[in-house]
C-alpha cells in the first residue's frame, strides 16, 4: 500500500509541474496558487503549547485519515467517494467558513444517503437549515436585501442590534449548530459509509464456495 501510495503521490506532483510549468514563474499564478490567503486558513485552528509552539490541528487530522487508510483492507469506488466526502466535511469542522466551502461536501453527501437509504436524512435537511441561519446572521449578510426583505442594506445582524438583542451571542450559536450538523454528518459517512463497507463488503474479497456430497 505504501508502494501505491508513493507511486500516486509521484504522478500527481509530476502531473502538477507537467501542466503548470509554463506558469511557475508567474507572479500572478504564484500569489493565487501558493500564497492564497484563503487556502492558509487550514493553519488557523492550533492549539498553543509552551515556548511559542503550536500543533496545527488540520495537518495533524489529515496525517490521521491517510495512515488510516493505509489500513483498509480492500478499495472500492464506494470508499473512496465516501473517503473523500468525510475529508472535506472534516475541513470546514475546524476553518473559520466560508460559503461556498460547504458546497465541496454536497455532492459526497446526496451520494452518500442516496447509496445508504437507512441514514436519517433529516440529518441532511439540518445541515442545510443551519448553513441558511448562520450566513444570512453574520454581519454583513445581503440576505435580506437578495430576497426584498431588508431595506437600506440592513442585515439581520444589525437588526438584532438595534433591538438591544445580543447578536453575537445568536451569531455564535449559529455558528455551533452549523458546525455540529456537518459533524453529525461526518459521523454517519465514516460508521455507515466508509466502516460498515469496509466490514461487510464481502464482495471486495476473493470468495470460494465448495460443495460437496456423494
Known amino acids: 500500500k505504501l508502494k501505491y501510495l508513493a507511486a500516486g503521490l509521484v504522478t500527481h506532483t509530476g502531473l502538477f509541474f507537467l501542466i503548470n510549468s509554463p506558469y511557475l514563474m508567474s ?31 488540520i495537518p495533524a487530522i489529515y496525517l490521521i485519515l491517510i495512515l488510516n487508510s493505509l489500513n483498509y483492507k480492500s478499495y472500492s469506488r464506494e470508499i473512496f467517494v465516501m473517503f473523500l466526502g468525510f475529508s472535506f466535511g472534516i475541513l ?12 465541496w461536501t454536497v455532492p459526497f453527501l446526496i451520494y452518500f444517503y442516496i447509496r445508504q437509504q437507512e441514514a436519517p436524512l433529516y440529518n441532511f ?9 448562520y450566513f444570512a446572521l453574520i454581519p454583513g449578510s445581503d440576505f ?3 430576497n426584498q426583505l431588508g431595506a437600506n442594506g440592513s442585515s439581520l445582524f ?3 442590534l438595534d433591538h438591544g438583542y445580543d447578536a453575537k451571542l445568536a451569531l455564535n450559536l449559529a455558528f455551533t449548530l ?27 474479497k476473493p470468495l470460494l464456495v465448495g460443495i460437496g456430497g456423494n
Not at 504564484?30 to 500543533?55: G, W
Not at 470546514?92 to 458546497?103: A, K, L, N
Not at 435537511?125 to 441561519?133: A, E, H, Q, R, S
Open 27 to 57: 507572479e500572478g499564478f504564484n500569489m493565487i496558487v501558493f500564497h492564497n490567503d484563503q487556502q492558509a486558513k487550514i493553519f488557523s485552528s492550533l492549539i498553543h503549547f509552551p515556548q511559542d509552539l503550536s500543533f496545527y490541528i
Open 92 to 103: 470546514t469542522v475546524f476553518i473559520p467558513p466560508m460559503q461556498g466551502w460547504y458546497y
Open 125 to 133: 435537511v439540518l445541515l442545510n437549515f443551519c448553513y441558511f441561519g
Open 144 to 146: 435580506l436585501l437578495l
Open 158 to 160: 444589525q437588526i438584532l
Open 178 to 204: 452549523l458546525q455540529t450538523s456537518i459533524m453529525i454528518n461526518c459521523l454517519w459517512i465514516y460508521t455507515k459509509g466508509i466502516k460498515s463497507n469496509l466490514n461487510y463488503k464481502i464482495k471486495n
